[in-house]
Structures are given as C-alpha cells and as structure tokens.
C-alpha cells in the first residue's frame, strides 16, 4: 500500500508540473487542433461522398453534410470505406447507428494518440535526469515507485486530452453537419472514440522506457517516436506473412504488438475489453524495460 501510495503520489506531481509548465496547455492544443483539423476534413468527405450518392440515386445533391447520411451508410461505398479503415467486418452492421463522425474519430485516434503519447511520456524522468533533480525524488521512494508514478501520470494528461479533442469533434460535427442528434454523437463519441485512450497506453510505456534511458529529452523523444513508427512498420511484415511460410512468426509478432489487438477495440458491447487489458499489459511490460535500465544508473 505505501508503494501505491508513492505512485499516486509521483503520479500527481507529474500532473501538476505539467500544468505549472503549461506542457499540459500544449498537449491539450496539439490534440485539439489536430482533431478539429481532421474532423473538419472528415465532414468535407462525408458530403462529397453524399453527394456522390445524390447524383447515384439521380437526385438533387446537399448543401449541408449530413442530409443525406442516411442513404450514405445504406450504400456498398460507405460499407466498404468502414472495413477498410477499421478492419472489423462486423461494424458494417451497426454502422447505421453509430455517426459517421464517432468511427472517424476512433480511427483518427488509433493513428494518432500513440505518437502524441510517446512524445509526451518520453520527456518525463530523461529531464530531471539531465539535471539531476530526480535524486531528491529518489531519496523519498523507489525508484520503480519513480517510473511507475510518471506512467501514471502521463496517461492521466493523454486522458483529459483525448477527452477535450472528443469535445473538439462534437462541436465540428454539431456545427457543421446534420443527420444525427447532438446526444447521440456525444454518446457514440465517449463509447468509441474514447477506447483510443487504451490503445495509447502501451505507446506511453514506451515513451517512459525510452526517457528512463538517457538523459536527453529530445534524444529520448526521436527513440520513442521512431519506435511508435517502427511499429506501424512491423505490422504490415506480420500483416504480409500472416498465413504464409512465416506464418507462426507472424502471428507471435501480431500478439506482441499493440495493433495486433486494434480490430478487436472495434468489437461492439464489451468485446473489446480484452484487448483493453492486454493493452495495460504491454503498457506495463514497455515501461518494465525502461526500468531495468533505470534501476541500476547512477542518479
């Protein structure tokens, strides 16, 4: 319990400086220009892809996104544009429930949040390495209690970020488009949108390990955005050879890798919760292997 305690306690602190900093200022932009950027855009697709379907059904085409929305998500286009960005055949039957918007915005939370979670966690211990100032800190805890507590508060600041941008989309989408009820936007937005939280987690555990390594944030930043990127990479070889001659190194690398698990956060209900825990497990593991670095230098 005392080393819960020092976590949560490290945790908090890890919060608090990034909003004295106003680092937690600028993650809280980066994630809200980025997603209304994108949402935005998202928008302009749907309503040329409706007014596609218009001239299709040889009738007059929209001046507002969203008016025709409904004989969009009936169309073979737009079902086929769904299995393609998410992967999960199944969401095809439920996407004429779920706005357009909410499955845009998980899918453009799945591409982004790891890297902006990364680059975030990557600065948390190599700064006060660098300066030294964390061997006061370790005077107080251990140094797992350390790491384990930025963990924690890394994912906190991705949290209420990834919560404000779901904002951000909810005004684009109210603003600018029709076709579905402010409610039910926000409640698909929380309900789909929000599991991209659980998919940063082990992208913020690497962004940790990468900062308990070295004493340079910007080094510690280029590891872990170049692993995050190297990831992406090692998927499409898993991807590739899944089934072929390296089928069984295929499938060992799609369940070490956190997008191995993407298809499954798609699954309706609470079927995505499993991978939600594998998740956390990788997250722990990625942060275990800054640990064993961290363990052993000196402060």
Excluded at 105 to 131: K, Q, R, V
Excluded at 194 to 219: C, D, E, H, K, Y
Aim: proline share 3%; hydrophobic share 60%.
């Amino acid at each position: 319990m005392s080393s819960l305690r020092d976590i949560l306690l490290v945790g908090r602190f890890e919060v608090l400086r990034a909003v004295r900093t106003w680092r937690a200022m600028a993650l809280f932009l980066l994630y809200g220009i980025a997603y209304g950027g994108a949402s935005y855009l998202a928008v302009m697709i749907l309503h040329a892809l409706e007014n596609q379907v218009a001239k299709q059904l040889m009738v007059a085409t929209t001046t507002k996104p969203g008016a025709l929305l409904d004989k969009l998500v009936e169309s073979e286009m737009f079902a086929e544009i769904v299995v393609a960005a998410t992967g999960n055949e199944a969401l095809v039957e439920m996407v004429k429930d779920v706005p357009p918007l909410a499955i845009f915005g998980m899918w453009l939370g799945l591409l982004l949040i790891p890297f902006f979670a990364a680059s975030s966690a990557a600065e948390c211990i190599a700064i006060d390495m660098g300066n030294r100032a964390l061997r006061f800190e370790a005077l107080r805890t251990g140094r797992l209690e350390i790491l384990l507590g930025r963990f924690v508060g890394q994912l906190a600041l991705t949290g209420v970020a990834t919560f404000l941008a779901l904002g951000v989309v909810w005004s684009v989408g109210t603003l600018f488009m029709v076709g579905h009820t402010p409610f039910s936007l926000a409640l698909w937005l929380l309900t789909l949108t929000s599991r991209a939280w659980w998919f940063s987690i082990p992208f913020a555990g690497l962004g940790v390990a990468a900062s308990a390594i070295t004493t340079s944030p910007a080094w510690a930043r280029v590891m872990a955005i170049g692993a995050t990127g190297a990831s992406w990479i090692a998927l499409g070889f898993a991807r590739y050879f899944e089934g072929g001659d390296y089928g069984i190194l295929a499938d060992v690398m799609l369940q070490l890798l956190p997008q191995g698990w993407m298809r499954m956060l798609w699954e309706p209900g609470l079927g995505w919760l499993p991978a939600a825990l594998v998740m956390v497990a990788l997250g722990l593991a990625m942060a275990g292997v800054g640990h064993a670095r961290f363990a052993s230098r000196d402060l």
